[in-house]
């Protein structure tokens, strides 16, 4: 199967020379510039892995990484940065990266790196589930023992998010990384409210529920 690799690097060589190497070794490569240039192609072409500058214009890399694990969760990402302190190592990989590569670097190593990546993490089934709920990433619908569900597009980053980590605990603070990260003056009561939205159109109605309380950490979505 050929997987798709977007290269996001503002420096126009080192671009070229990664695109060439990865297309001789059977990815189909896209390319982006600039932060704003990688979110628009996201936007139009599904990819399996990006390589993402740190050092770019318009948009810094950090925010391109939180904006890209925010609505593509399943999207593997991996930075490329002459940053090699480890303090910028462990931030990268807290922004959600998936792995961190220091320049310079050998070709051969980042391919072995993104294979890994790629091997371990296979690409995302379009749709999920919990129990009789059913999200299918593709068409943006949910639905709910085959009833159809409307959602806000808030609300539905939400359930996508919950539901990616199903079985495992989220904060609110997690939540408000990930949903609300443009807005830093959102309260963590916001998530609470749109948690008591969701649970009024997801659960409503059916005996089993699915989205639960923990006391004093956060919510989590099972069977």
Known sequence: MVRNILIVEDEKD???????????????VHSAY???QALNALKKT???????????????????CKEIKANYPDLRVVILSARNDTLDIVKGLNLGADDYVTKPFELEELLARINARLRNHPSAEVKKRVANLELDQE?????RDGKLIQLTPREYKLLEYLITHK??????????????????????????????????????GFPQKLIHSVRGFGYIIKE
Request: a negative charge; proline letters at 2%; charged letters at 25%.
């Open 46 to 64: 599904k990819v399996d892995l990006v390589l993402l500058d740190l050092g770019l214009p318009n948009m810094g890399g950090e925010s391109v």
């Open 14 to 28: 080192l671009h070229e020379y990664l695109k060439q190497f990865l297309s001789e070794n059977q990815f189909l």
């Open 139 to 143: 068409t943006y619908e949910v639905r």
């Open 34 to 36: 600039d932060g704003i």
């Open 167 to 204: 079985g495992k605990v989220v904060t609110r603070e997690m939540i408000l990384n990930n949903i609300w990260y443009t807005s830093p003056d959102i309260e963590t009561r916001s998530v609470d409210v749109y948690i008591g939205y969701l649970r009024k159109k997801v659960d409503s």
